[in-house]
């Protein structure tokens, strides 16, 4: 089928399309995070070839203080950016080079270290030096939000909670920056400063004026302190001095200005704030006490029920108060795929009108080119939380995603592909709200900018299986997302037959179809070899057939029972499949047949589904049984890994997006027994389970058997969260949801496997 309607970017190729680097090395107390540890480039070169894949003009990169010389200049290690910064010249991609990402230096300084300012810039001298040639630098990045995390909200080292230790971070981090400059051109003198920080904008009740006018001022002092503009009539001068600047190092900046040469500006679905002075209406964690005064503070998009136009106006703001060149320097968003799409393409887009109005808007930076792990706690923790984007490293090797297909298509400027661009992300979204919405003026969507995701036919997916687990599932989670989608019923199309499954694509023009159906009765496939096979073996290859005929991706599912258990070591995708029952051999016959009809098929294997929607499922069903001190048996000798359903198709649904094929493992990773996964339920939900019934899978009456190991690890990516973290947001949703008795009881025989 002939994709119409190709999204086109507002494009104008001088936009420039930059990469970026997550590379913070945060210190809390006396542990540093590092990033660039966790995301494996430390030790991968060849990951600079794969950023130049991406059609990136320049890219944010880290030669970080703390990794190169944290012994002094005298015992620096330069041969790791020896190794990348001449690879990324030789492939076309200028380095922009950082020295500090919300760093605070080597152990022996810190922020608030008088001495700071000079050491940073012995080593920005000797970077210079080393790189002569180099001539984008970012000495510190963002030294406002630096400033404030670790000054004001004590989150990373000095872990300072007052307005003084604030504004000394932030005129050291300035100093510094001023310093380092000095030092860079006195060997370059061509050398260039971007200078970035969060863009960000406060909103609130008139109640909330007064802060709000604050934080909006405030948004701007480390580009104004570094232009110059700090003087006797800056509406922040009293403050400054209140909080123990003096007159005389305010006015030092006028006299060593360090006027950036491009502002960047970082903006993510966090930036944007409202205040709120009735504190009852939110979550108590948006409540915070400000000098004494409790309020609410929320993101934009969670609050107001009329979106901020976005980015746009922000850079328009920008280029009216300095007339300066601006890049954006960070765009990601923590999201599912089609959103972090649809977050890049409406900020390239807006950078695009704000410069064909007249605003010298240069790039637009992709953030972060590897993910980034634990955003989510500030990089406080090591919780293993992570984001991908444009690759993900979860991997043995970096795996583009689509993001990075997105990014090649901006920088050449050819049509927009993915069909999911059709859709506003969850920020613009009736379902976004955290709290009962508020009705302003303050702030009115650009429904030009949204307009730009439109095409006239909206794309959907089909999705067998209306009355089973999964695919009750995916209609759930393809509405929250926003995937337009059709759940079809066995009348609506019969996967069995061509002719009928050649008509439904006929009528809803997908551009993927997702096989969540089949035959699911385990036991019974043993006597009904027919309807097995029928159901889980040419259905699937009928479908995958169409697809390939019409060119629409197609998805579907398959199982761990196509393994014998003869291991002792969970499976990866290249082990042979060897059946020990009808039901694993309709499941290992699919896989072969549909992947040699269509290899750009994507096949999931998975596992002893429970999730929240379904009250027939083995978690529970044994819940409920052992809350209220019924006898609940199960077997203590099969060894499976359970997946939590919402894990499942969200990250099915991501590898669709992603264009990805061929067989993957999806499990939430950990190798138990029916038994333990009871007592582990139990557990997380305080339920006693002293009335479990542990038996061998031999007393249990089974009639197919089944393997005592099956258990999924992945040679591709371990993609799905921790058992005990899907766990404790499964008991989360059963008490946000409520479950119909009636609810999706398609495959409420297969948990007993």
């Known amino acids: 089928m002939k994709i119409d309607n190709k999204i086109q970017p507002v494009t104008a190729p001088e936009l420039a399309l930059w990469g970026g680097l997550e590379c913070t090395v945060n210190r809390v107390g006396d542990s ?8 494996g480039h430390a030790e991968r070169v060849e990951d600079i070839e794969r950023f130049a894949s991406l059609g990136i003009k320049a890219i944010r990169y880290p030669v970080l203080w703390e990794r190169t010389a944290p012994n002094g200049i005298e015992q620096a290690d330069w041969s790791w950016s020896d190794a990348r910064l001449p690879a990324l010249q030789r492939l076309g991609v200028t380095p922009i080079v950082g020295l500090i990402h919300h760093g605070s230096g080597p152990e022996h300084t810190s922020l608030v270290d008088p001495a700071f300012p000079e050491k940073l810039a012995e080593y920005a001298g000797a970077v210079a030096r080393r790189y002569p040639w180099v001539a984008y630098y970012t000495p510190v990045n963002e ?102 600047a003096t007159p005389e190092e305010l006015l030092w900046f006028r006299e060593n200005t360090c006027t950036p040469d491009i502002i960047g500006v970082n903006y993510y679905a966090t930036s944007e704030r409202w205040l709120d002075h009735r504190t009852e209406r939110y979550p108590k964690d948006r409540v915070h006490d400000y000098d004494g005064c409790v309020h609410a503070d929320i993101e934009t998009p969670r609050a107001l029920a009329t979106p901020t136009p976005g980015i746009g106006p922000l850079l328009q703001e920008t280029w009216d108060r300095y007339g300066l060149p601006i890049a954006v320097t960070e765009a990601h968003i923590d999201a599912n795929r089609e959103d972090q799409l649809r977050w890049l393409l409406e900020i390239w887009n807006a950078a695009q009108k704000t410069k064909a109005g007249g605003a010298d808007i240069r790039a637009v930076t992709v953030w972060s080119l590897l993910g980034s792990y634990d955003w989510n706690c500030l990089v406080t923790e090591c919780r293993g939380y992570y984001e991908p984007g444009p690759f993900d490293v979860r991997g043995p090797t970096p795996r583009p995603t689509a993001v990075a297909n997105l990014m090649r298509e901006l920088a050449s400027g050819r049509p927009l592909s993915n069909p999911v661009l059709q859709g506003e992300g969850w920020w613009r979204r009736p379902g976004r709200f955290l709290c009962k919405p508020v009705a302003t003026r303050t702030a009115v969507a650009d429904i030009a900018v949204r307009s730009q995701f439109k095409s006239h036919h909206v794309q959907p997916i089909l999705i067998t299986g209306a009355t089973g687990t999964l695919g009750s599932a995916f209609a759930r989670i393809c509405e929250k997302r926003n ?19 050649e008509a439904a694509i006929q009528r809803f023009k997908p551009w993927a179809i997702i096989n969540a159906g089949g035959y699911v009765r385990v036991d019974e496939a043993e006597i009904d070899v027919e309807g097995c096979m029928n159901g889980n073996t040419h259905g699937p290859t009928v479908l995958a057939l169409a697809c390939i005929r019409h060119a629409l991706r197609f998805m579907t599912f ?45 096949v999931i294997r998975s596992s002893s589904f429970f999730g929240p929607w379904d009250k027939h499922n083995f978690v529970t069903q044994a819940l409920a049984a052992l809350k209220t001190g019924q006898p609940f048996t199960a077997s203590n000798d099969l060894v499976v890994t ?87 947001r499964y008991l989360k949703a059963l008490e946000e949801h409520a479950v119909d008795d009636g609810e999706m009881v398609g495959e409420a025989a297969h948990y007993g496997r």
């Open 642 to 728: 359970p997946t939590y359903v919402p894990d499942l198709v969200n990250v099915s649904l991501d590898l669709l997006i992603d264009r990805e094929r061929g067989v993957w493992h999806l499990s939430n990773g950990e190798a138990v027994t029916w038994a333990e996964l009871a007592r582990k339920a139990c557990e997380v939900a305080g339920v006693d389970p002293r009335a479990l019934e542990e038996r061998p899978a031999a007393e249990l009456g089974y009639v197919a058997v089944r393997p005592h190991y099956s258990a999924l690890g992945s040679e591709r990516g371990m993609l799905l969260p921790s058992l005990e973290d899907a766990l404790a």
């Open 32 to 39: 540093y995070f590092s990033q660039m540890d966790r995301n």
């Open 483 to 501: 995937l337009a989608h059709h759940v079809l019923t066995r009348q609506e199309m019969d996967i069995t037959d061509p002719a009928s499954v």
């Open 143 to 244: 030294p406002l939000t630096t400033a404030r995390f670790s000054g004001l909200a004590g989150v990373w080292y000095p872990h300072g909670r007052s307005h003084t230790i604030f504004v000394r971070a932030l005129l050291n981090q300035c100093q510094a920056t001023v310093l380092s400059m000095r030092a860079i051109r006195a060997v370059n003198p061509d050398a260039q400063l971007v200078q970035t920080d969060d863009l960000s904008k406060t909103y609130g009740t008139p109640e909330m004026a007064s802060l709000a006018n604050f934080f909006n001022e405030r948004r701007w002092l480390a580009w104004d302190v570094l232009c110059g503009k700090v003087d006797p009539e800056h509406k922040l001068w009293t403050y400054l001095l209140e909080s123990g």
């Open 558 to 602: 398959s199982s761990d029972l196509v393994f014998d258990g003869g291991k002792d070591t969970p499976y990866v995708e290249s082990d042979t499949v060897a059946p020990l029952g009808v039901y694993g051999r309709s499941k290992a016959d699919s896989e072969r047949r549909v992947l040699e009809a269509d290899p750009q098929a994507l």
